[in-house]
C-alpha cells in the first residue's frame, strides 16, 4: 500500500507561486506514474501534472508554462512548482498513485489565491 503526505499550500495573492510537495511512504521508483490534480468546491477532480516512471511530463493545458512537476527519487518526494497563480485555480491539490486495484490518494492540500 502507498501512502501520500502533500504539504505546502497555503494563501498567496494572485501572481504568486507555490511549491506543493507530496511525501510516498514507498521508493517512487517503483511507481508507474504519479499525479497532481485539484478540486475546487462543486467541482470534481481535475488533473493538474503528472510524471511516469521514464521521467517523462504533462500539465494541463491550463498550467502549461506556470507549474512544474517534479520529483526527487531518493527522497521519495513529488513536487509542483506553482507560479503566476490564478484566483480560479483556488482548489485543494492531491497527488496520486496508481494502485493494482485502486488509486492511492493523499489527504490533499489547500491552495487558496487571493485577488
Known amino acids: 500500500q502507498v501512502q501520500l503526505v502533500e504539504s505546502g499550500g497555503g494563501l498567496v495573492q494572485a501572481g504568486g507561486s507555490l511549491t506543493l510537495s507530496c511525501a510516498a511512504s514507498?521508493?517512487?521508483?517503483?511507481?508507474?506514474?504519479l499525479g497532481w490534480y485539484r478540486q475546487a468546491p462543486g467541482q470534481e477532480r481535475k488533473t493538474v501534472a503528472g510524471i511516469d516512471a521514464g521521467g517523462s511530463k504533462y500539465y494541463a493545458d491550463s498550467v502549461k508554462g506556470r507549474f512544474t512537476i517534479s520529483r526527487d527519487i531518493a527522497k521519495n518526494i513529488l513536487y509542483l512548482q506553482m507560479n503566476n497563480l490564478k484566483p480560479e485555480e483556488t482548489a485543494m491539490y492531491y497527488c496520486a498513485a496508481p494502485g493494482v486495484v485502486a488509486t492511492y490518494w493523499g489527504q490533499g492540500t489547500q491552495v487558496t489565491v487571493s485577488s
Open positions: 514507498v521508493s517512487i521508483s517503483s511507481i508507474s506514474s
